[in-house]
């Protein structure tokens, strides 16, 4: 189970759940991947939803890497992501807010 304290989000790819979550590695490995000024931005454009596929992929990817999953973007674009595109859009979200939120916050 995924836990929610420990910025985790649960995602099913392919019939087999998986724990995801944003490590310091991750961030860094991202922010570079989006070429973004700073994760603020990229915090920001989903806050607004003007975030892209690529945004999401980004994320999801980042996460997944980070619950000490070993595929890459080229295997999350051929996984069935259970509920589809709106599914991974609410876990890249979700992984953003968890990552910042301080103990104590809901």
């Known amino acids: 189970m995924a836990n929610p304290y420990a910025g985790e989000v649960a995602i099913v790819l392919d019939g087999q759940r998986h724990v995801a979550k944003l490590t310091l590695g991750t961030l860094a490995e991202l922010e570079a ?47 069935e992501i259970a509920g589809g595109p709106v599914a991974a859009a609410r876990v890249a979200a979700e992984l953003l807010a968890r990552a910042f939120q301080l103990p104590g916050e809901a």
């Open 33 to 79: 991947a989006l070429e973004a000024g700073s994760l603020m931005e990229l915090v920001e454009r989903f806050e607004t939803r003007a975030f892209t596929t690529r945004d999401v992929l980004a994320l999801v990817v980042a996460g997944l890497r980070g619950g000490g999953w070993q595929g890459t973007a080229a295997d999350l674009r051929t996984a």
